[in-house]
């Protein structure tokens, strides 16, 4: 992973960080990184993340879902940090079912919400006797998987299935998904101890839909590993320290909105997974950089005027692969389109990255460039882990607690108590709504 | 559609708008009524869209797409404005390829990128003999387009199938695509004269695919027309007006992004093309409000944490239909989770719109709730039309240039001249890169 953060200088972006000032946060960042090594050391509660790929046994990943292997369909009922990592980790290696037909790999299909619709759409496409169905919540009371997962078990008992054969689980040491799994003897997979959800991406919770696909996750956990190697006491020797530091500096000169773009059709699920870990982790006491998502190059017709010549508020990251499979565009005699012609796609999607990039530098706009050699297991694996250490290093700049969530509990307070699920104050406040309807 | 701004008021939010302030801005909103209302009369340029109910003739499409009903798949051929509505519209009403099967349409694949890898994979997928091909540019020269096109005809060639027998072009008067279709006397359908691409989905543009896949197009336009009808003089007696005057009014007090977030997985699409439309047609002369995609129930998990208590910079604009298909949620003996059994997802998510709704209101973040009776056609119809307005009024309000993006040309110039069409000074520029690479 290579990050290129020429375009985020003050000599070519307003805002943008001028090399002095780089200089000057570097020795902020030396000390951050002291402080993340120290908490990696004790397996402090968050740091503790950065240690995945040492912990995660890919071997016992492999081994719990070996009897799975043979789906046709995979089901992976889980939401937020129970979700995304799996999802962008199929999606990166192939087999997301919104991305149609896969040779190599069973589909993975995402229950990551509660639209009825949408539930029932998918339980009549997959072939239930035939599909591994993987649970994931730390608590296992998470209300919409648990709620999803009694209607995919109901499913499948009316169609005659052994659910009990079909399900491997991933949660806590204790909860009722735990309990469920010890009852039924299930295979059952630890949510790691002292990891939240959205930093679990190299972990169980990340990995299992993708050894179900018998995709190379020992290569995603090697590449967590060169991750980890590359963090040094720098900005200028770590590219997620790079990436973290310049990304808090353009937001402490008003960029306060993060604009994530992968030209890679396969890593569109990363922009929603970056999203979550940028967002969830910095969004505290009235400070954090709101990630938005966006995708190369569909999207220069869609944001690029915003992005040039709206407010200077934001950045932009683009991110691409150096290696591809490509496909030629034919020759063709159509008028004023010759030069397209003998090209290939991959060729054009190229030469859209660099010239956006240089469109948004030549309107002064701060953008960072993201590399890998190629869209494989170590290369995916390093750009997750270079986000969560890139997040973690922006959390100790901004001086806030990054590895918890609490302004969620008031919505799942009120949601509850809306259901008859208990007596919650939060409930309440639902019915007392300021109305003022224009119909 | 139903628009309720009760919790974008002074009284519950900050930034909030006091009631004396809209009454205030309603005297603008009137006069820009009127200036819009002008512009209508006169098919002006831009505001012509508004008059797409009246204008867009439904049995035209439907004759002109008759020949290929028959079709297994379709495939769009098109990016922004060109993809964006068609994309909308057939994931409203079902169809799109991403959702999976669907009984009931033809699915529809959007080739609205460059990236070889994605493009291969459809291409693999549909059966060629037996696919649609809608190909869409005003221009005709759109080079992600053009290229996709050239690709895709080569692959039918190969395949053995008379291409010009399965293809439906929507263009201009003029350019390669209408010299195409009339040489190859192929069905071909008008891009609306003085509509941006982001302001066609009432038209060929965005009706297309959905008249092939058998949807009810009338409806749609019939959705529309009621919008049109909701238009008047006053924020507090027009749906889409109320949406327009408070995101703009929002944003002058610190919101400068907005989140669009339906709790409908069919409206997920919507997002998108929301922010196209604010995006590109707002995001001009360093002004403009960023829209962020976002989902419900789903990014209750994802982004919540930060739009409760990050930085007092957004708005919330949560949609939903009132009527759904619904499915129960068994009765379990499971611990702590009674409460969800015999209830429905139908009713969790609910519960959930209203308790994310109430949390972000008793933390003071403006929202806004948009309602529609249903997911049909004529609703559809007539948000996509209301947003549109809204976003027209917005500009007004604004005193920007709405219907143009010139800040796109740069890049497009950068593209061309980078792949050898041209001598452009632009290409000149990407090699001026400046460059601090950390890896």
Same mark, same amino acid.
């Given at each position: 992973m290579r990050v290129d953060?020429?375009? +985020?200088l003050a000599s070519v972006a307003s805002p943008g960080v001028s090399r002095d000032a780089l200089d000057q946060l570097d020795e902020t960042v030396a000390r951050a990184h002291e402080r993340i090594e120290r908490g990696r050391a004790d397996d402090e509660f968050g740091y503790a993340s950065l240690n995945l790929p040492e912990r995660t046994d890919a071997a016992a990943i492999e081994d719990a879902v070996e009897p799975l292997t043979d789906a046709e369909a995979i089901l992976t009922v889980g939401i937020g940090g129970s979700a995304l990592g799996a999802a962008t980790v199929s999606q990166a290696l192939g087999g997301l079912s919104a991305d149609g037909e896969n040779a190599d790999a069973a589909p993975l299909y995402v229950l990551?919400? %509660?639209?009825p619709a949408r539930v029932r759409e998918i339980l009549a496409e997959v072939p239930l006797d035939r599909t591994a169905v993987n649970v994931v919540s730390?608590?296992?009371?998470?209300a919409e998987t648990l709620s999803n997962f009694l209607v995919v078990r109901e499913a499948m008992e009316a169609a005659g299935v052994d659910w009990t054969e079909r399900t491997v689980v991933t949660t806590g040491e204790e909860g009722p998904l735990r309990e469920l799994a010890d009852r039924h003897d299930m295979p059952a997979l630890d949510v790691p101890e002292g990891v939240p959800g959205r930093f679990s991406a190299l972990s169980a919770v990340g990995l299992v839909p993708a050894a179900i696909q018998g995709h190379d996750i020992e290569g995603l956990i090697e590449g967590g590993r060169a991750g980890a190697d590359s963090l040094a006491g720098s900005l200028f020797e770590s590219p997620a320290y790079a990436y973290g530091a310049v990304s808090y500096a353009l937001d402490q000169r008003g960029a306060s909105i993060t604009a994530m773009m992968p030209y890679e059709e396969r890593l569109e699920y990363f922009a929603e997974w970056f999203a979550q870990l940028w967002a969830e982790s910095l969004g505290k006491d009235g400070l954090g950089q709101t990630p938005a998502r966006a995708l190369g190059a569909t999207d220069q017709h869609s944001q690029l005027q915003l992005y040039r /010549?709206? #407010?200077?508020d934001k950045m932009v990251t683009l991110v691409r692969a150096r290696e591809r499979a490509d496909r030629e565009i034919p020759e063709t005699d159509i008028d004023g389109l /010759?030069?397209?012609?003998?090209?290939s796609l991959g060729e054009l999607l190229d030469a859209e990255f660099e010239a956006t990039e240089a469109s948004l530098a030549a309107a002064g706009r701060p953008n960072v460039r993201i590399e890998l050699d190629r869209l494989d297991a170590e290369s995916v694996g390093e750009l997750l882990y270079g986000m969560e250490a890139a997040c973690i290093l922006a959390g100790e700049l901004y001086d806030i607690?990054?590895?918890?969530? #609490? +302004? %969620?509990e008031w919505g799942k307070r009120a949601a509850r108590g809306l259901l008859g699920g208990g007596d919650f104050e939060e409930a309440d406040a639902v019915a007392e709504k300021t109305e003022l309807l224009v119909k």
């Open positions: 953060i020429g375009n +985020a990551d919400n %509660v639209d730390r608590s296992g009371t998470t /010549a709206g #407010p200077r /010759a030069y397209l012609g003998g090209s607690e990054t590895f918890n969530q #609490p +302004a %969620v």
